[in-house]
């Protein structure tokens, strides 16, 4: 596990969360998951200070990050004033169920927040799927630049995500670390 690489996020039915764990299989990152209540773990703003990356995700909900997310977003107004996360890399999730969900508008919440504080910001650097002979266990199939999107049929489990959207996770998480100057993963 990479400790300069944390990924913070929340994740309400599991799904948000299993494109955490596949983009920390891509980088090697440390997880540090926001509770229901909107909380980090004892010593989580600690490991996001000593991080050199971190990467911020967040299902859709009516357009927008989820109000745990909000609410840990506010919060790091303390780190904000004394500028703690200024140029860290930084980078963003989203899953929601529809294939578009306004998921752009919950990345640019994600990207205003980096900007915030000052950090630099690392979109997908992928080429879409965009043929016809595309299919949805393509990389990029969602065509999404400024960070990653991934989209869950309501009614499916965790076990049953999108294999390109796992596979797009793990490929971001790669670029991350690679971009970062953390190490090469060699994740195709």
Request: charge should be negative; glycine fraction near 12%.
């Amino acid at each position: 596990m990479n400790q300069d690489i944390c990924i913070v996020f929340h994740s309400g039915h599991g799904h948000t969360r299993r494109i955490a764990e596949a983009i920390a299989e891509g980088c090697l990152g440390s997880l540090l998951e926001i509770d229901g209540g909107g909380e980090l773990a004892d010593g989580g703003w600690r490991q996001l200070d000593h991080a050199r990356a971190i990467v911020f995700g967040s299902p859709t909900y009516m357009g927008n990050v989820s109000w745990q997310f909000k609410k840990f977003l506010d919060t790091s107004a303390a780190v904000w004033s004394r500028q703690g996360w200024k140029n860290k890399l930084a980078a963003g999730f989203t899953n929601s169920a529809g294939i578009n969900g306004d998921k752009l508008s919950t990345l640019q919440a994600l990207f205003t927040l980096s900007q915030q504080h000052g950090m630099i910001w690392l979109g997908t650097g992928m080429m879409p799927s965009n043929t016809r002979a595309a299919t949805r266990d393509d990389l990029n199939y969602l065509a999404s630049f400024s960070g990653l999107m991934a989209a869950t049929p309501a009614d499916a489990s965790v076990d049953e995500m999108i294999p390109g959207d796992l596979a797009t996770a793990r490929r971001f998480g790669a670029r991350i670390a690679e971009v970062g100057g953390f190490f090469r993963t060699g994740v195709e």
